[in-house]
Nanobody, 118 residues
Framework: QVQLVESGGGFVQAGGSLRLSCVVS????????MGWYRQAPGKQRELVAS??????TNYADSVKGRFTISRDNQNTVYLQMNSLRPEATAVYYC?????????????WGQGTQVTVSS
């Protein structure tokens, strides 16, 4: 069974910081990539940042230089968000792409709300 459990969302004023965490429990799978997506009201879900098992990272242009994705050896992925802007207000979802034998699967967390006030 696979579980993604997120934490760290909340309310912050513009210019502030938040750190999101996501623990991926997937003992029989290997992790290919882990990432963070967000969905604002009335908008499509979009990629914020991702990190591969080898440590390569990818960021949306809108967050480059302000957000940092990282992971530890315990299948936890983090998103450090600095200099937050009101347009970052959204539900943030953790995503993991996993492999078992020759098959790949994508899983989502339940989402955590981030609200940035102006």
């Amino acid at each position: 069974q696979v579980q993604l459990v997120e934490s760290g969302g909340g309310f912050v004023q513009a210019g502030g910081s938040l750190r999101l965490s996501c623990v991926v429990s997937a003992s029989i799978f290997s992790i290919i990539t882990m990432g963070w997506y967000r969905q604002a009201p009335g908008k499509q879900r979009e990629l914020v940042a991702s990190i591969t098992s080898g440590g390569s990272t990818n960021y949306a242009d809108s967050v480059k230089g302000r957000f940092t994705i990282s992971r530890d050896n315990q299948n936890t992925v983090y998103l450090q968000m600095n200099s937050l802007r009101p347009e970052a207000t959204a539900v943030y979802y953790c995503h993991a792409r996993l492999r078992r034998m020759s098959y790949e699967y994508g899983y989502w967390g339940q989402g955590t709300q981030v609200t940035v006030s102006s």
